[in-house]
T-cell receptor, first 115, second 117 residues
Framework: GNSVTQMEGPVTLSEEAFLTINCTYT??????LFWYVQYPGEGLQLLLK?????DKGSNKGFEATYRKETTSFHLEKGSVQVSDSAVYFC??????????????FGSGTQLTVLP | DAGVIQSPRHEVTEMGQEVTLRCKPI?????LFWYRQTMMRGLELLIY????????DSGMPEDRFSAKMPNASFSTLKIQPSEPRDSAVYFC???????????????FGPGTRLTVT
């Protein structure tokens, strides 16, 4: 079935450093891919998505490109801020019965940005 | 839009007591998901519903856990009796639940932090 493998954390960077969090997937076909972010004490929230191969999702300075050749969806940001400190999850749909579509999430990568 | 609403936000209870967690999904969403998050096990899907019907409860840890969705705007997750190992943050999420790819997005509530002593 569909699955994701996410870069192990934690990741600690200085403010304004470049960020990459790796995510690779195994899937039937070309499902939508997602990055979620969880700030301390909050629930997960959608950060960005790509719905088809070669699409680039972007939001809040973060980007990820859906690359079918390498089955990857790596998250990048050119200059991180302290406020980006959070846990980041890669996710994709798992097709199940009827129209219900559950998501399978990666293990999460803790990012800490130091001032 | 109020988003997904969960109550209570924090719950502290003693071992053996019954605990009920509540969730109100986003209006118009057809799918509802219950997750548990711990440091050791990460984010785990417990059960999900589509159009108020339970679709997959294989993630429910044991018979002490039960979930219901009596209508489209309300769901409960009950633990009876509770044990210290149930301590975790429990999240509810909802999605449109349609076949189109755009409906796969899940919207999470703020979570309920459960502590069982």
């Amino acid at each position: 079935g569909n699955s994701v493998t996410q870069m192990e954390g934690p990741v600690t960077l200085s403010e304004e450093a470049f960020l990459t969090i790796n995510c690779t997937y195994t899937a039937t076909g070309y499902p939508s891919l997602f990055w979620y972010v969880q700030y301390p004490g909050e629930g997960l929230q959608l950060l960005l998505k790509a719905t088809k191969a070669d699409d680039k999702g972007s939001n809040k300075g973060f980007e990820a490109t859906y690359r079918k050749e390498t089955t990857s969806f790596h998250l990048e940001k050119g200059s991180v801020q302290v406020s980006d400190s959070a846990v980041y999850f890669c996710a994709l749909p798992v097709i199940s019965s009827g129209s219900a579509r559950q998501l399978t999430f990666g293990s999460g990568t803790q990012l800490t940005v130091l001032p | 839009d109020a988003g997904v609403i969960q109550s209570p936000r924090h719950e502290v209870t003693e071992m053996g007591q019954e605990v009920t967690l509540r969730c109100k999904p986003i209006s118009g969403h057809n799918s509802l998901f219950w997750y548990r998050q711990t440091m050791m096990r990460g984010l785990e899907l417990l059960i999900y519903f589509n159009n108020n019907v339970p679709i997959d409860d294989s993630g429910m840890p044991e018979d002490r856990f039960s979930a219901k969705m009596p209508n489209a705007s309300f769901s409960t997750l009950k633990i009876q009796p509770s044990e210290p190992r149930d301590s975790a943050v429990y999240f509810c999420a909802s999605s449109l639940g349609l076949a189109e790819a755009a409906s796969y997005e899940q919207y999470f509530g703020p979570g309920t932090r459960l502590t069982v002593t």
